[in-house]
Nanobody
Framework: VQLQASGGGLVQTGGSLRLSCVASGRTFSNYDMAWFRQAPGKAREFLAA????????KYANSVKGRFTISRENAKNTVYLQLNSLKPEDTAVYYC??????????????????WGQGTQVTVSS
């Protein structure tokens, strides 16, 4: 499956963004989806994941209550709503896919497919 992320940009502290990731090539509902981010000089960090049906979600403690993951299988799209953004949220954000019933892992190596990333910059 090919993944294309978009929606990043420059926003002030406290602002919001909605990231989108469109899948193509294979049946989207066969995949659990996740979002990660990577800041310069840091490891890739798990943010959130959602089951193939949208019925289950998982969040990193660092973003719980601020970020929301959702999906629309009819549009082959997964979203990440980012609220109350902070400068430390500045990073490249990636979407990723794992075959469904994955258990929503939080480790990057367990995801088979990756988008190209979209830059989010939060100014203070």
């Amino acid at each position: 499956v090919q993944l294309q992320a978009s929606g990043g940009g420059l926003v002030q502290t406290g602002g919001s963004l909605r990231l989108s990731c469109v899948a193509s090539g294979r049946t989207f509902s066969n995949y659990d989806m996740a979002w990660f981010r990577q800041a310069p000089g840091k490891a890739r960090e798990f943010l959130a994941a959602i089951t193939w049906s949208g019925g289950g979600t998982k969040y990193a403690n660092s973003v719980k209550g601020r970020f929301t993951i959702s999906r629309e299988n009819a549009k082959n799209t997964v979203y990440l709503q980012l609220n109350s953004l902070k400068p430390e949220d500045t990073a490249v954000y990636y979407c990723a896919a794992a075959t469904r019933y994955s258990g929503l892992p939080s480790t990057a190596y367990q995801y088979n497919y990756w988008g190209q990333g979209t830059q989010v910059t939060v100014s203070s």
